[in-house]
C-alpha cells in the first residue's frame, strides 16, 4: 500500500508539475502573438492648416478612419470603393463649410488608375444627373483643370440649387499616386463664384504630395 500510494502521489506531483509549465509559458506566448500582430498603418491625411482658409472660422478635423464613409459622397454614390482599403477622414469648421478626404488603397497602379477615372467621370457627370433626378431644380459644373502632383489630379466643381431650399457648392479633386487614390472634397451653402479653386487646387497638390511621402 505504501509503495502503490507513493507511486500515485509521484504521478500525481509530476502531472501538476507539468501543467504548472505549460501555465507557465501560455501567458508568454499570448502576449508574443499580440506584441507582433500586424496593424494597418494609417495613411498621411491632410490637416486642418492645409485647407482653404475660411474667412470667419478655423479648421476642425477628427480621427482619420478606416473602412467606408458612413454616408456616401455626393456625387459618387455609384462608385464602389474597395473597403479594405478605404480611409477616410472629416473635417468642419463653426460655420456650414465641411470638408472630407478619402484614401484608397488599390491592388495596384492599373486599378488606382481606373479608379481614378471613374471617379473623375462621376464628378463631371453630377451636375446632369442630379438635375434627371430632381426635375425643377437648378445645377451647374465646372472642371477647374489638372494639378501637377504626384501621378497628377483633376479638380471639379458642382453647384446645386434645390427648389425652395438653399443653393450648395461643391468641390471635387481626385488624383493618384501609384496604387493609392485620394479625393479631397469641400462644401458649403452658395455657388460656384464663390467657390476657392485655387486654394482648393493647393489642398489637393498637398494631399497627393502627403501619399507619397
Same mark, same amino acid.
Given at each position: 500500500?505504501?509503495?502503490?500510494? $507513493? ?5 500525481? +506531483? ?20 499580440? /506584441?507582433? +500582430? ?36 455626393? &456625387? ?16 468642419? /469648421? ?31 457627370? &453630377? ?12 445645377? +451647374? ?5 489638372? *494639378? ?6 483633376? *479638380? ?23 496604387? /493609392?487614390?485620394? *479625393? ?19 489642398? /489637393?497638390?498637398?494631399?497627393? $504630395?502627403?501619399?507619397?511621402?
Amino acid at each position: 500500500m505504501r509503495r502503490t500510494r $507513493t507511486r500515485i502521489l509521484t504521478r500525481t +506531483a509530476l502531472a501538476a508539475g507539468a501543467l504548472a509549465a505549460v501555465a507557465a509559458f501560455a501567458p508568454a506566448a499570448g502576449a508574443a502573438t499580440a /506584441t507582433t +500582430a500586424p496593424k494597418t498603418p494609417v495613411p498621411a491625411f491632410l490637416e486642418p492648416g492645409d485647407l482653404p482658409p475660411h474667412s470667419s472660422s478655423q479648421w476642425f478635423a477628427q480621427s482619420p478612419r478606416h473602412g467606408q464613409p458612413e454616408l456616401p459622397l455626393f &456625387c459618387f454614390e455609384e462608385v464602389e470603393l474597395p473597403a479594405a482599403g478605404t480611409w477616410v477622414r472629416e473635417y468642419h /469648421t463653426d460655420l456650414d463649410t465641411t470638408a472630407r478626404q478619402l484614401v484608397v488603397e488599390t491592388g495596384g497602379n492599373a486599378e488606382a488608375q481606373a479608379l481614378a477615372a471613374e471617379l473623375s467621370d462621376a464628378a463631371a457627370d &453630377c451636375a446632369a444627373d442630379w438635375l434627371r433626378e430632381n426635375p425643377g431644380a437648378g445645377a +451647374a459644373w465646372d472642371d477647374y483643370g489638372t *494639378v501637377d502632383a504626384a501621378d497628377g489630379a483633376r *479638380v471639379f466643381g458642382v453647384h446645386v440649387a434645390p427648389p425652395q431650399a438653399g443653393t450648395g457648392v461643391h468641390l471635387f479633386g481626385i488624383g493618384r499616386d501609384g496604387d /493609392t487614390v485620394t *479625393v479631397v472634397v469641400w462644401g458649403e451653402m452658395g455657388d460656384l463664384a464663390q467657390a476657392p479653386v485655387t486654394a482648393f487646387k493647393d489642398t /489637393t497638390a498637398t494631399a497627393l $504630395t502627403k501619399l507619397g511621402g
